[in-house]
């Protein structure tokens, strides 16, 4: 197809020439192109080829910001300026042991802030946040547009699955990507990320940029060249937002797995946990809190530990999935999520400090006991998972637990533990120690 509609002089040829000699898009081709793909009128074979040429040489700011709008209206969005600047939402661009939003949603929907929250699944190595909440007996990750509206109203807070219909240029352009090795460009990933956070509607954006082993960016310079290119869309789309770029070079928090990311929260929620997931999410929740109300840092990270440590964050969390369907007697019994029914321990191979993790590979390990899928449609077991006993930069003798694995899945021990040993390396000198966040972008 080469050209329909109001843009009858327009072919798809064309835009693919300009891109492939470096040449800015105007915003009328970028429609042209998203509007003939999500339509069909545009097959695959040309938008791979302006994809691959966008991948060899970038795009401009305004291309950027041209091609996130161009998507974000290619589908459904959701209006939430009834809640005005209390109107809060958060992302992160995925980890191993990533279960912030699980703990921040409720710290901040406690302080007076509103959560209407689409989030997404699994995929591969990484978890998602849709996969853990199901994880909870009886939660329901959809419900009707007024439902959502309400429940955000009356609770602050509300968390469903992405619709079918909501910004279906991502869906087409990330499946037809992810075949022809054009992920990993940062004015693609930008303008996808952003285009599902415009078109949520909140008036701030909080962006969780990881970067290390077990993210997609792998270099703080990526990550802090993604994180300005997300706020400077933001803005220029009319929107709040800010990006905190963190270490994920060892998996968050102290599980990996759906029920057992849960459990996790819950602890922290508690007063209780490990101190990195407790830090990030604090500081998360802070920024957040900032953006809402205008408050300086100092305070909202007062407000933060006191609404944790009165059980007012907790109250909240217990209050938000019991609206979403959660058995309420199960959640007082803290009988509220599955259990798997094999539990086994990896032994340490020798004495020394663990001087690294490949958090992308323990990731891997996880979806092996059967807490990831590979592809979309895999069905994953919801009780499995591992719980690291030992991270980086403690020290461990021979013979010692370095973790716990828990699966569902028979005769697969050996595999697991070998697995999970190969992600662990141990020296005899302790490493450098670990920066958990490195930079906050405004």
Not at 134 to 158: H, P, R, V, W
Not at 381 to 397: F, R, W
Request: aromatic share 8%; proline share 2%; hydrophobic share 40%.
């Amino acid at each position: 197809m080469t050209c329909y509609g109001e843009n009858f002089n327009m072919r798809m040829y064309d835009i693919i020439t300009k891109k492939k000699n470096n040449e800015e898009l105007t915003k009328k081709e970028i429609d042209f192109f998203v509007k003939g793909y999500v339509d069909g009128e545009i097959p695959d074979y040309q938008v791979s080829a302006l994809l691959m040429a966008i991948c060899f040489n970038g795009m401009t700011e305004d291309e950027s910001v041209n091609l996130t709008e161009s998507m974000l209206n290619s589908g459904e969005t959701l209006d939430l300026s009834a809640f005005g600047n209390y109107s809060v939402d958060k992302h992160s661009t995925g980890g191993v042991g990533d279960k912030t939003t699980l703990i921040i949603a409720p710290i901040v929907a406690s302080l007076g802030g509103k959560l209407a929250k689409m989030s997404g699944r699994g995929l591969g190595h990484t978890g998602g946040t849709i996969d853990k909440l199901e994880s909870i007996y009886g939660f329901k990750t959809s419900m009707s547009t007024s439902d959502f509206f309400a429940q955000a109203e009356n609770t602050g807070l509300a968390v469903i699955g992405q619709s079918t219909e909501f910004v279906p240029a991502d869906k087409k352009l990330y499946a037809l990507r992810d075949v022809t090795a054009t992920v990993n460009s940062i004015p693609l990933i930008a303008s996808s990320i952003m285009s599902k956070k415009l078109a949520a509607g909140a008036k701030s954006i909080m962006l969780d940029v990881k970067v290390g082993s077990g993210a997609f960016m792998k270099s703080i310079k990526d990550a802090e060249s993604l994180a300005k290119l997300m706020i400077l869309i933001g803005k220029k789309l009319g929107r709040n937002v800010s990006a905190m770029i963190t270490n994920m070079d060892v998996p968050l928090g102290r599980y990996v797995g759906n029920s057992l990311e849960v459990f996790e929260a819950v602890e922290v929620l508690n007063g209780r946990g490990s101190e990195d997931l407790k830090n990030i999410t604090q500081e998360l929740s802070a920024n957040m809190i900032s953006m809402i109300y205008g408050y300086s840092l100092d305070k909202s990270r007062k407000l933060v530990k006191e609404t944790v440590a009165n059980g007012n964050a907790l109250k909240k969390f217990k209050e938000w999935v019991i609206a979403q369907g959660a058995d309420a007697e199960r959640i007082n019994k803290n009988d509220y999520l599955p259990k798997a029914k094999y539990k086994f321990a990896v032994l340490s191979p020798k004495s020394g400090f663990i001087s690294s993790m490949n958090a992308e590979e323990i990731g891997i390990c996880a979806c092996m006991t059967g807490a990831g899928r590979e592809n979309k449609d895999d069905i994953i077991d919801l009780s499995a998972g591992i719980e690291l006993l030992h991270k980086t930069g403690d020290y461990i003798s021979a013979g010692e637990e370095l973790a716990y694995i828990y699966t569902n899945k028979n005769g697969k021990e050996d595999l697991l533990k070998n697995k999970y040993i190969s992600s662990v390396v141990i020296s005899d000198t302790p490493p450098d120690k670990i920066e958990l966040i490195y930079k906050i972008l405004k």
